[in-house]
């Protein structure tokens, strides 16, 4: 069979598409017999519950160059039950995907065509299947676009927003079986990154699965609803069944490496390898190579210890760099290694004023670009560097890293050096003079004491907020850490109750000029430095607040600009502008970046990288390594 497959692209797209296939230069020998069975499904072929692994697999199946074995369990620990989800962002099967160096390549499709930015043709493998063995064909495609993201029940406030352009959707055209083609007038270059995302943009669905939940499809909903007999509503249920990236359904088939078998609540998840699943290294094994993953919830604060126990086989979540040394120390005597991965986040520890407050006071003193500043330049960070991360960490804003080609020192130190007496000068500047216990005072007379507010998941954010409360309280602020359950603290922050938060900054921190520089604008409620403009934006201006801050508009603007730009330079010199704009105004005020993050690999666990970069997106945390080709040894 012929593996080679060229992505054709006709015009520049905006994005970084690979030319070849990961696969691109391996090949299998002609015929069935190029195929090795998988030791663990040879009794169900034998018993013919199971069709052999030549008929399992697509005509032509994507070859990885790997080498491993068959075989093994994986043990990973989790910290909730929704965590299970974490199947899909570790096995990242996408239609496209990145590939290690950040290139989008096919995956799940077998070729991508693009021209001009906005004509998208995917090709799909011929002969895929579902991991209950059902076509997966176009018609999966056609289902989701007319009878999902296009049902007013199902999807009340229509398709995706990535799916939109200028409020405009796609002409979505089903060509035959395998090819599917989406156009739209102007381009869109977030179409593929959100395809190739960590929670990504599922624009298909399992037809033959979920049409039984539908009532175009089954009669007897129908009727039901029609007389007013149905216990709860059609939509309702099938929007249960259908949640593909929840994976907390283990009847809903899947293309993932593994497929989930446990049905939530649980404290043990056990997902088993996927009898159809696409990719096959050079020898003809298909992958993965491991046949089962088992995800235990345990507490998010307990998971360190256990990994150093040994209870753990592959573990980086809920694992932070003061872990590292007990790590090291427990090492040999319970056989694993502790990696240490680069983290590519524009910080990794930064503070979110949230300009939204509802505290009218406290909101216009955050909105003082004057006041940002002197918290910033209040901060040293080569204290918190030297005291936590061993001077390991970079000290910087929340910017792009050293790593990316759009980086400038100066989006990195300006504002961020510690200077107290500027810091000093700056908020005298600001009107917030001193009382006689040398604390400022707000405009309306009470005490600068500013609450931070954390999600209470991690007792290195506890640490950097106390060195941080003594470097303030010399510039006559009173600092005073607030926890709270993570679902409790982003309600707070979008509601505007919190006046400051502290989380990662930037997802992307290596970002190239031809990747969406969204982030940067107000565009997403989860920007918790302005939830309420990037609520106002997702819903286009039905909640939330329109951006008042002339700085914040002029992003939203740059994003959209960014968008229709036709160069690579062009997109490049936006890319510039609107860092500029977040190292002069300090949105959100970054202490550290580039925290190495402690990865526990169990000795038997093999194939997975001595070094990596350790990112949610793009990166999908292990997913751009593949851990369909981990094996056991």
């Known amino acids: 069979m012929n593996t080679k497959h060229r992505i054709h692209i006709v015009a520049p797209t905006g994005l970084r598409l690979g030319v070849w296939l990961l696969a691109g230069a391996l090949a299998l020998p002609a015929g069935a017999?190029?195929?090795?069975?998988?030791?663990?499904?040879?009794?169900?072929?034998?018993?013919?519950?199971?069709?052999?692994?030549?008929?399992?697999?697509?005509?032509?199946?994507?070859?990885?160059?790997?080498?491993?074995?068959?075989?093994?369990?994986?043990?990973?620990?989790?910290?909730?039950?929704?965590?299970?989800?974490?199947?899909?962002?570790?096995?990242?099967?996408?239609?496209?995907?990145?590939?290690?160096?950040?290139?989008i390549?096919?995956?799940?499709?077998?070729?991508?065509?693009?021209?001009?930015?906005?004509?998208?043709?995917f090709k799909l493998r011929p002969g895929h299947k579902w991991s209950d063995g059902k076509p997966f064909t176009s018609e999966d495609f056609r289902y989701y676009w007319e009878d999902v993201a296009n049902n007013a029940e199902l999807s009340p406030s229509g398709p995706p927003r990535e799916m939109l352009v200028d409020g405009q959707p796609p002409k979505v055209e089903i060509i035959d079986k395998t090819t599917v083609r989406y156009?739209?007038?102007?381009?869109?270059?977030?179409?593929?990154?959100?395809?190739?995302?960590?929670?990504?943009?599922?624009?298909?669905?399992?037809?033959?699965?979920?049409?039984?939940?539908h009532k175009k499809y089954n009669a007897k909903i129908a009727k039901a609803e029609q007389d007013g007999s149905a216990k709860r509503g059609w939509?309702?249920?099938?929007?249960?069944?259908?949640?593909?990236?929840?994976?907390?359904?283990?009847?809903?088939?899947?293309?993932?490496p593994w497929m989930n078998t446990t049905k939530p609540p649980a404290d043990r998840f056990v997902a088993s390898r996927n009898p159809f699943f696409h990719r096959v290294d050079a020898q003809g094994n298909q992958l993965p190579y491991i046949d089962r993953v088992e995800m235990l919830v345990a507490d998010g604060k307990l998971i360190p210890a256990k990994a150093g126990a040994g209870e753990a086989d592959l573990q980086a979540r809920d694992i932070q760099f003061?872990?590292?040394?007990?790590?090291?120390?427990?090492?040999?005597?319970?056989?694993?290694?502790?990696?240490?991965?680069?983290?590519?986040?524009?910080?990794?520890?930064?503070?979110?004023?949230?300009?939204?407050?509802?505290?009218?006071?406290?909101?216009?003193?955050?909105?003082?670009?004057r006041v940002r500043r002197a918290l910033?330049?209040?901060?040293?960070?080569?204290?918190?560097?030297?005291?936590?991360?061993?001077?390991?960490?970079?000290?910087?804003?929340?910017?792009?890293?050293?790593?990316?080609?759009?980086?400038?020192?100066s989006y990195q130190k300006r504002w961020a050096n510690f200077d107290r007496s500027a810091a000093n000068k700056l908020l005298d500047a600001a009107g917030l003079k001193r009382g006689a216990d040398g604390i400022r005072r707000l405009p309306d007379g009470r005490p600068m004491e500013l609450i931070v507010e954390t999600a209470?998941?991690?007792?290195?954010?506890?640490?950097?907020?106390?060195?941080?409360?003594?470097?303030?309280?010399?510039?006559?602020?009173?600092?005073?850490?607030?926890?709270?359950?993570?679902?409790?603290?982003?309600?707070?922050?979008?509601?505007?109750?919190?006046?400051?938060?502290?989380?990662s900054g930037f997802e992307n921190g290596i970002p190239t000029a031809n990747m969406s520089p969204e982030e940067l604008a107000p565009t997403n409620q989860q920007q918790l430095q302005w939830p309420k403009f990037g609520q106002y934006y997702e819903?286009?201006?039905?909640?939330?607040?329109?951006?008042?801050?002339?700085?914040?508009?002029?992003?939203?603007?740059?994003?959209?600009?960014?968008?229709?730009?036709?160069?690579?330079?062009?997109?490049?010199?936006?890319?510039?502008?609107?860092?500029?704009?977040?190292?002069?105004?300090?949105?959100?005020?970054?202490?550290?970046?580039?925290?190495?993050?402690?990865?526990?690999?169990?000795?038997?666990?093999?194939?997975?990288?001595?070094?990596?970069?350790?990112?949610?997106?793009p990166g999908a945390f292990f997913g751009v390594y593949r851990p369909d080709t981990f094996w056991m040894r």
């Open 322 to 369: 003061n872990n590292y040394t007990f790590l090291k120390k427990s090492e040999k005597q319970n056989e694993f290694r502790t990696l240490l991965w680069r983290t590519a986040k524009g910080s990794h520890f930064a503070l979110f004023p949230n300009l939204n407050a509802n505290d009218a006071v406290w909101r216009k003193v955050m909105r003082d670009v």
């Open 183 to 213: 156009s739209w007038a102007k381009p869109n270059r977030d179409f593929l990154p959100r395809i190739a995302g960590t929670s990504p943009l599922f624009i298909y669905r399992p037809a033959h699965y979920l049409k039984k939940f």
């Open 456 to 503: 209470g998941e991690s007792t290195e954010q506890t640490d950097i907020l106390e060195l941080i409360r003594e470097m303030w309280r010399e510039v006559g602020i009173k600092l005073y850490s607030k926890p709270s359950q993570r679902e409790v603290f982003r309600n707070r922050i979008f509601s505007g109750e919190t006046l400051m938060s502290v989380w």
């Open 539 to 617: 819903t286009s201006g039905k909640s939330g607040e329109a951006p008042d801050i002339p700085e914040a508009v002029q992003l939203l603007k740059d994003a959209a600009a960014w968008n229709a730009a036709d160069t690579p330079e062009a997109r490049a010199a936006i890319w510039h502008r609107m860092l500029e704009i977040h190292a002069e105004q300090q949105f959100a005020i970054g202490v550290v970046s580039g925290v190495p993050q402690p990865v526990v690999v169990r000795n038997q666990v093999q194939g997975v990288p001595e070094k990596g970069i350790y990112n949610w997106d």
């Open 235 to 256: 939509a309702r249920t099938h929007n249960k069944q259908d949640n593909m990236y929840r994976f907390d359904n283990p009847d809903l088939p899947t293309l993932q």
């Open 376 to 409: 910033s330049m209040a901060i040293d960070r080569s204290l918190v560097n030297n005291v936590l991360y061993f001077g390991l960490a970079i000290e910087a804003n929340n910017t792009v890293l050293p790593d990316s080609p759009l980086y400038k020192e």
């Open 105 to 121: 390549v096919p995956d799940i499709a077998e070729s991508l065509d693009v021209k001009d930015g906005r004509i998208f043709t």
């Open 33 to 103: 017999a190029s195929f090795v069975e998988t030791p663990l499904l040879a009794s169900d072929v034998s018993a013919k519950t199971l069709p052999p692994v030549s008929e399992r697999v697509p005509q032509a199946p994507l070859v990885v160059k790997t080498t491993g074995k068959s075989g093994g369990s994986l043990r990973m620990l989790i910290g909730r039950t929704r965590d299970v989800r974490l199947l899909v962002v570790y096995g990242y099967a996408r239609l496209v995907g990145y590939d290690t160096h950040f290139n």
